[in-house]
């Protein structure tokens, strides 16, 4: 008769921190904190939904091959969904990104889910340039040629060869897209966590007033406190 699992293995560590951070009644909230109502998330959103029909539209370009996106209709159709969709995913990435720089998104105990973010962003240049370079055309040709002298100035020329067309293409449809795919999950599992479990930020504010929330340095605006303000001016008189 089975004993249960010892509290101290991996396999249930694993469990259990899996359930910590996805508890099951919270993978598909229902309430969402404040500051997520806002279109930056929304671009976040557009952001992956382009993503995946980037891999949708990637994965059929693989299957068929070159010759299929060059001289067939459908293949012509589908090498454009590709293109625009990474044109698209590359747009609202960035508005996203600078959006949440300029909102300073790394505050509140989120510093990983604003580096994930950048990350991600990096190895997607990375893997759009990859995609540039293996069109099996005469501008992937000069591309090329031409980032060739460039790598090798910086001596990674080597290692990274644009003008092998094996290894840009296993990087392109491979590599890349594994290292990006697993920010993005990282990315999407601390901006969750930081959702339903807090992170620093209360889930819903529809249950608090002002007298639940501490306040720190800057104190919330009241109308005593208005008041005050305006008869301490009076009684000094100077400007309010």
Do not use: C
Request: avoid cysteine; charge should be neutral; charged fraction near 10%.
């Amino acid at each position: 008769m089975s004993t249960g699992t010892p509290a101290t293995s991996w396999t249930a560590a694993v469990r259990d921190r899996a359930i910590r951070s996805f508890p099951p009644e919270e993978l598909l909230p229902d309430k969402q904190p404040v500051y997520v109502a806002s279109w930056i998330y929304v671009f976040g959103v557009l952001t992956l939904a382009a993503f995946v029909v980037v891999l949708a539209s990637g994965a059929v370009l693989a299957i068929k091959g070159p010759q299929w996106w060059h001289a067939s209709t459908t293949g012509h159709f589908v090498n454009s969904l590709h293109l625009w969709s990474v044109e698209l995913f590359m747009a609202f990435m960035v508005i996203h990104l600078w959006g949440k720089f300029w909102m300073a998104a790394w505050r509140g105990k989120r510093a990983m889910t604003w580096i994930t973010g950048a990350v991600s962003f990096l190895g997607s240049v990375g893997t759009a340039f990859t995609g540039y370079v293996i069109q099996t055309n005469f501008d992937s040709q000069w591309i090329s040629t031409q980032a060739k002298d460039g790598l090798n100035s910086v001596g990674i020329g080597s290692v990274f060869n644009v003008l092998n067309f094996g290894q840009m293409l296993m990087w392109h449809i491979l590599l890349m897209p594994l290292v990006v795919g697993f920010v993005v999950g990282i990315h999407i599992s601390l901006n969750h966590n930081a959702i339903t479990n807090g992170a620093g930020y209360i889930t819903t504010l529809f249950s608090f007033n002002t007298g639940d929330l501490t306040e720190g340095s800057n104190l919330y605006f009241t109308n005593p406190r208005a008041d005050a303000r305006f008869v301490s001016g009076l009684a000094s008189q100077t400007s309010v």
